[in-house]
């Protein structure tokens, strides 16, 4: 039985589908474009459009049933919906490919049940734990798109999941459990799209005039077995938020083995893509402090797969666990004015020496954002500092709000440094974008 026929069958057997009447019906639709420049050599990157329509109806049982979708499409080669690999998402989450460049998706789908202490949404849905500008420590529950790299926006790069999702007060505490019945991840470029990686950190290099064979992804399929389950508790304890997080789930990033085999034309690398087991154990933590806002989140990973250029190695890839965290500041003193700055870093402890990534990787990010005209103009710089290999990336954007529902913006991507780095590996593709959302 497909997950669909689970819905279908958990929303009659509430009586949804039988005695319920809608009281009140919500429908809007905002529409969302941008295009892209290349500022090296002046062709047009991306030229993107896409129809968002949202229908949201609340019933007389105090029910909520929320549909969203979304039609997109693409004009530039490299970033379109073809140019991503499609075999890792689910055969009830991958979006329709209509065309090459356009495809559609029913974006989200569930219901919200208010069962007096407990509150239960089913469907799909996006659950997000970590609140970190730019970069990501504890927002792992749902896989992401890096078609455009991390350049979009985390609510439309990030792929819903078909989820029960079940909140309950427990005393002083709120605990959250979900179980993912999904075997959908990351969406990744194609070796010729815009924003491929070809960091060594992520990607093995074989050595030069070796000849490799990628083989199929291998991808868990049994709804039952090869679901994800998590739970967080929160509470508020003398002025601080704070959460504790456990998620069992497959890493949503392929491990890339390797083999050497010998073959009539010469010895080949053979890679085989394959997802893992990990379990994820954190925390979050945030207070305000007058003006200032200490916050920060932790994610411990039991089982991650690194990359090794180690011959003896056999498969290429070391295994070990992983200890990520971020700190942050805010800062809210001037009127108008958001500041913020933020430390990341990924230690792998006792990593061998081939691991092509380093045992401790940092990065700093700096959030400078000004409201002017009544909070109708705003100016914002993201600075994304990858401090380890020396690359990063810069990001300054003006938006003006024309009216509630109508805004236009105007930005620029800068990558630099260390083409071996994961933002230096994009040097090639710095832009400027102008966009507008128009919503009605």
């Not at 639709?29 to 949201?56: C, H, I, M």
């Amino acid at each position: 039985m497909t997950i669909w026929r689970y819905t279908v069958v958990m929303l009659c057997a509430l009586g949804l589908c039988q005695r319920a009447q809608s009281r009140e019906t919500e429908f809007s639709t905002t529409v969302w474009s941008q295009w892209a420049v290349n500022t090296r050599n002046g062709d047009s990157q991306a030229l993107g459009l896409s129809l968002k329509p949202e229908f949201t109806s609340r019933f007389g049982n105090g029910y909520k049933l929320t549909a969203i979708g979304r039609l997109k499409t693409e004009t530039s080669d490299g970033l379109q919906p073809d140019d991503v690999d499609r075999d890792s998402y689910s055969s009830l989450t991958r979006p329709s490919l209509l065309t090459q460049g356009l495809d559609a998706e029913l974006r989200e789908f569930y219901l919200e049940m208010n069962l007096g202490a407990t509150y239960l949404t089913l469907g799909k849905q996006q659950v997000v734990w970590g609140e970190a500008d730019g970069l990501k420590v504890l927002d792992v529950v749902n896989p992401q798109s890096f078609r455009e790299f991390i350049l979009e926006d985390f609510d439309d790069s990030r792929i819903p999941l078909w989820t029960v999702n079940l909140e309950r007060q427990l005393g002083s505490w709120d605990a959250q459990v979900i179980w993912i019945l999904d075997q959908t991840y990351h969406a990744l470029p194609r070796s010729d799209a815009t924003y491929a990686f070809t960091s060594s950190h992520l990607v093995p290099r074989p050595p030069p005039g070796l000849n490799v064979n990628i083989q199929p992804l291998s991808r868990p399929d049994r709804v039952i077995r090869d679901s994800d389950a998590g739970l967080r508790l929160s509470t508020f304890w003398d002025g601080w938020d704070l959460t504790f997080n456990y998620l069992y789930q497959y890493d949503n990033q392929p491990v890339l083995f390797q083999r050497s085999k010998m073959t009539a034309t010469g010895p080949m690398v053979i890679v085989t893509p394959k997802y893992e087991r990990t379990h994820v154990f954190g925390g979050t933590f945030s207070n305000a402090f007058g003006e200032w806002v200490a916050r920060g989140e932790v994610g411990y990973f039991t089982n991650r797969y690194f990359l090794t250029s180690d011959p003896s190695d056999r498969d290429g890839v070391f295994e070990g666990p992983e200890l990520s965290y971020v700190f942050g500041l805010d800062w809210s003193g001037l009127s108008d004015t958001f500041v913020s700055a933020q430390i990341f870093q990924s230690w792998v402890p006792d990593s061998p020496a081939g691991m092509t990534r380093n045992e401790l990787e940092t990065t700093v990010t700096f959030l400078v954002r000004r409201e002017f005209l009544n909070n109708t103009l705003q100016a914002e710089v993201l600075w994304l500092a990858g401090i380890t290999d020396g690359d990063g990336l810069l990001r300054p954007k003006v938006t003006y709000e024309w009216q509630d529902d109508v805004k236009t913006w105007i930005g620029t991507d800068i990558f630099y440094g260390n083409r071996a780095g994961l933002f230096g590996e994009f040097n090639d593709n710095d832009r400027i974008v102008m966009g507008f959302e128009l919503g009605f």
